[in-house]
């Protein structure tokens, strides 16, 4: 059974204002909108992606004020005024693939790419905090993210790579 | 000067769009569309007496909402039964959305559309069902006590028995020297991709057109399903497969309910609709594999070459069986891997259970029948006290044996008859790998610190590139670009590259010019999908073929432009040359225009081609035989699959308090004959190596006796994560070409997943001097069969002495 379309949701709608990769955006959203959704649909900043919704493949990672977070476990409401920076974020000038976007195209560290943005934004945030890690670092340091397709042993190379690169040892 | 791009480690042109967050999966298209969400079934076997959804109604924001009473014509039937097989003789499907009984936690009952997610997922809780329970059918021996049925009309849950058989195999075993029985069982598991399944439909009401987008490993598939399904002529239906985050097999079943939900729920509205699976529904309402309970009897001479095999398989194939019998077939046939028992007979029983559907995984069944082949083959070295290396080697089919029939029927339908391989020296090669030769020592040493450390071993054969066909079709475009599209799919193998790397060398073309599309019906409307590791065999094959075509073509036309021979001429970088002539060239593009005998010029390059200036005045323009435009369309259908290979090897340390299982080594031996992109086949297998690991030591379904799953979560389904993983799989080629196709390749998709339960029940049994007979093995069940295994820890120990 079908009844005539409506466009209107139950929700009371909330004003809530973010800046995502050096952009401002102001949103009109229910208080129930999750960050992932608010990117990815309201936003269209499709790059997040979601894999579990509750918080534990990593797949939505984005930084908030630096920090990497769970997209998906935030409510945008709760993000007023936040700094966030997303997949789309991470070139560089002239659209350059960044150290860590070129560490994963040098070391075949994705194959279908939807882990591959939490993982991203994890090892950007990771490099900061240690820009020189052992093996073992770099493990640790993407422990927290799943990935079905590569089992990981390109993207611990990738996060070498990735720190080779930020220290300015692009053609080793 | 054109460097060969086959063979090398070509970095993947797909990268560039996901690294920068322009994928374009199911769930970031038609960002108009309304949203669906499923009323599921909270129980797992029961009648449907009522379904009310009147409160539906209220909800702000919806838009429609569907049962089984509003299903008419042939979406009101079954689902259908994709792969029928005369021993099915008891195939059962479902209904899109349940008609009076559900079989299982997570069956489909209503779908609502609403403006959003959120409000379709709300509206969606507030479905009433009323329900008369019957008692669920939860597992393998609950299935086979029958005590009661999953469907009423099949009696002992039993949806096929099947035997295949090459002689009296209990005969031969009666007769050997040495007799062996095992009882072996294995747990579920699931593909799990990062991305569940989605649909979006659009209904074009101006062209009278449905387009659909899935999450999908066949576009073709689902065309023919939604087309089938809704009452359309095929060619109105068009299915593109967006960026897939992974499929493992769980993604070729079609179509799924919603594949033809949300389709149909688009023409009616006439507005987009999409569905996007969350993980909870993925874990309930996809499709599960692996679980079976196997036993093996066998008979051997004093070498432990078998003599006679008997295997009998129970195989869980859950609620319903759209795939039909296609795992258990695969399991039966490929158990024999490497090996050659002169006499084998093999039965399966297929069993229906009220557990979420099972359907191919990655390995789809092999991974059974290899532990089933490998956990004998140690079985045989230890009761003769022998290396487990030397035992397989006295089985092994001979390099000079190939082509080897096995006398069965491979899944394919067609005689399972091994191209090529050379088993002797990839054990060589594991061996050198993993250092079984001194692992006695390395044993030793660690003992003396007190740890505990054990080696394992397995082998398999995998049959790959099944057909029937795939197809290829590539154009020229008058700017010198060279557009390609195959009709399989793309879940993260790299096709675009390896396609492409195949097209220039074949063609004569850089590498850069090369564009390839996969999985849209419009560009290539016949195709079969992509699973069974055959997408580098069925398309690599098929586009090789048509690069040959339009090469063929182009110096055609090249020798008349050029007043040449066509066989002085050659391709380098997308340009023509006559050899020895310098300056005597033409460029694909340019012949792409005289290609396409015009009669108005639109733009510099086609004046070329408009009838004052090109042609012969006394010939057509188009001769007999031949059809405008440098382009082809050319199909590669195989006689049989290709046989890949492999041998894995670990080194485990079993932690003596704790039962924790540690991996200190993991060595590959991989045979898919020739390596287009080796950097790509060496991705497949570290991920296959880590599903692996996850199918053994990991992961499984925890279904309570009511048939609740209760790990339908990433908390709780213990998928690895890098912590859990080997720190390097030390990997090894051996390439022996595939007679059966033009590029000499087998497939590669699959393998790194294959040998994983063998591999490390045989390591554990090796540390622990335990008889492992179950996997998954967790640190709590080894810590167990430690306490119930009779003796002390030494004897255990000393038992295992003196092998490898
Ligand atoms: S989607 Fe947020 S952690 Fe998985
Ligand atoms: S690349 Fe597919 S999940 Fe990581």
Not at chain 2, 278 to 297: G, K, L, T, Y
Not at chain 2, 380 to 401: M, S, T, W, Y
Request: one cysteine or more; glycine letters at 10%; proline letters at 6%.
């Amino acid at each position: 059974m079908t009844t005539p379309p409506q466009v209107s949701a139950p929700d009371a709608l909330h004003a809530v204002s973010l800046i995502v990769n050096g952009t401002a955006y102001a949103l009109e959203i229910p208080a129930r909108r999750l960050l992932s959704d608010a990117l990815r649909h309201d936003l269209g900043l499709t790059g997040t992606h979601v894999g579990c919704e509750h918080g534990v493949c990593g797949a939505c990672t984005i930084l908030v004020d630096g920090q990497p977070m769970r997209s998906c476990l935030l409510l945008a409401v709760s993000m007023d005024g936040a700094e966030l920076t997303t997949v789309e974020g991470l070139t560089e000038e002239g659209d350059r693939l960044g150290p860590v976007q070129q560490a994963f195209q040098d070391c075949h560290g994705l194959q279908c790419g939807f882990c591959t943005p939490g993982f991203l934004t994890t090892i950007t945030a990771g490099l900061r905090d240690d820009p020189d890690p052992t093996p073992e670092a770099a493990r640790e340091m993407i422990a927290g993210n799943l990935c079905r397709c590569t089992g990981y042993q390109n993207i611990v190379k990738s996060v070498l790579r990735a720190a080779e690169l930020q220290r300015g040892g692009g053609d080793a | 000067m054109t460097t060969k791009a086959f063979g090398a480690r070509v970095a993947r042109v797909e990268d560039e769009r996901f690294l920068r967050g322009r994928g374009r999966y199911l769930d970031d298209l038609a960002a108009d569309a309304l949203h669906v969400a499923l009323h599921r079934s909270p129980h797992a076997h029961a009648r449907i007496t009522d379904i009310d959804v009147e409160a539906v109604l209220d909800v702000d924001g919806v838009v429609a909402v569907y049962t089984y009473e509003d299903l008419t014509g042939a979406m009101a039937d079954p689902l259908p039964l994709l792969i029928p097989h005369p021993d099915l003789t008891h195939g059962r499907t479902q209904y899109a959305l349940a008609k009076d009984q559900v079989n299982y936690v997570g069956e489909a009952i209503a779908m609502v559309v609403a403006v959003d997610r959120y409000v379709a997922e709300d509206a969606a809780a507030r479905i009433v069902v009323s329900y008369e329970f019957l008692p669920p059918v939860v597992g393998l021996d609950a299935a086979r006590a029958a005590d009661h049925l999953v469907h009423d009309d099949v009696p002992g849950n039993l949806a096929a028995t099947s035997t295949q058989a090459t002689g009296d195999a209990m005969a031969a075993i009666s007769r050997a020297p040495h007799r062996l029985a095992l009882d072996l069982d294995i747990e579920r598991s699931a593909c799990t991709p990062l991305e569940g399944r989605g649909t979006v439909a659009k209904w074009d009401t101006d062209n009278g057109r449905l387009e659909v987008w899935s999450s999908t490993q066949t576009s073709t598939g689902v065309r023919a399903a939604v087309a089938a399904k809704l009452g359309l002529d095929l060619s109105v239906v068009d299915v593109i497969t967006p960026d897939v985050g992974g499929g493992f097999g769980v993604k070729v079943v079609h179509p799924w309910p919603e594949e033809v939900l949300v389709p149909m729920a688009a023409m009616a509205l006439g507005r987009p609709v999409k569905f996007t699976e969350d993980r909870r529904e993925h874990f309930i309402s996809a499709a599960h594999e692996r679980a079976q309970q196997q036993h093996v009897e066998v008979g051997f001479d004093d070498d432990g070459r078998i003599l006679g095999l008997d295997v009998e398989i129970w195989h869980d194939n859950g609620a319903y069986i759209p795939y039909g019998l296609i795992v258990p077939i695969i399991t039966t046939t490929q158990l024999l891997g490497p090996y050659k028992p002169p006499v084998y007979k093999a039965t399966f029983h297929s069993l229906y259970t009220n557990t979420v559907i099972v359907t191919p995984y990655r390995g789809a069944g092999r991974p059974q029948g290899v532990y089933a082949m490998e956990r004998t083959m140690d079985a045989i070295a230890a009761a003769l006290g022998k290396d487990r290396a030397e035992v397989r080697a006295a089985n092994f089919i001979q390099p000079d044996e190939f082509p080897y029939d096995q006398g069965l029927i491979f899944q394919d339908g067609k005689p399972l008859i091994y191209d090529s391989g050379d088993f002797p020296q990839m054990l060589d090669k594991v061996k050198a790998l993993v250092g079984w030769d001194e692992f006695a020592a390395f044993r030793d040493e660690m003992r003396a610190e007190g740890r505990r450390v054990g080696i394992g071993l397995a082998c398999y054969v995998e049959g790959t590139g099944v057909g029937p066909y795939e197809g290829g079709h590539i154009q020229v475009e008058t700017t010198g670009k060279v557009k390609v599209s195959t009709g399989l799919t793309t879940q993260g193998q790299g096709h675009q590259t390896v396609f492409a790397q195949i097209v220039a060398d074949e063609l004569g073309v850089r590498f850069e010019d090369v564009e390839v599309v996969t999985g849209d019906t419009r560009r290539m409307p016949y195709a079969v999908g992509t699973y069974a590791s055959r997408a580098a065999v069925m398309s690599g094959s098929a586009i090789a073929l048509t690069a040959r075509s339009v090469r063929r073509k182009a110096l055609e036309l090249a020798a008349e432009a050029l007043e040449a021979n066509v066989d002085d001429l050659e391709i380098r970088d997308g340009v023509v040359e006559v050899r020895g002539a310098p300056g005597a060239q033409i460029s694909l593009g340019t012949l792409a225009v005289l290609s396409n005998p015009l009669r108005y010029a639109f733009d510099e390059a086609s004046k070329a081609a408009t009838q004052f200036s090109v042609g012969d005045p006394d010939k057509v323009p188009v001769p007999e035989g031949t059809s405008p435009g440098l382009e082809s369309r050319d199909f590669y259908s195989p006689p049989r699959s290709t046989f890949a290979s492999g041998m894995h090897a670990v080194i485990v340390e079993t932690d003596p308090d704790t039962a924790e299982i540690r991996i200190l080594k993991y060595a590959v031996v991989h045979d898919c004959g020739r390596l287009i992109n080796p950097m790509i086949v060496e991705g497949q297998i570290h991920g296959g190596v880590a599903q692996g690991v996850g199918g053994a030591l990991y992961e499984r379904m925890v279904y309570d006796e009511h048939g609740q799953l209760l790990n339908a979560s990433f908390m709780d389904f213990l998928m690895p994560y890098v912590t859990e993983v080997p720190e390097t799989i030390d990997v090894d080629h051996l390439e022996t070409p595939s007679p059966l196709n033009p590029l000499g390749i087998k497939g590669a998709g699959e393998a790194g997943v294959i040998p994983s339960a063998a591999v490390f029940a045989s390591a554990i049994e090796d540390a622990e001097g335990i008889v492992i007979t179950r996997m998954p093995i967790s640190p709590s069940e080894l810590y167990d069969l430690r306490r119930t295994h009779a003796g002390s820890d030494e004897a255990a120990v000393a038992a295992v002495e003196g092998d490898s």
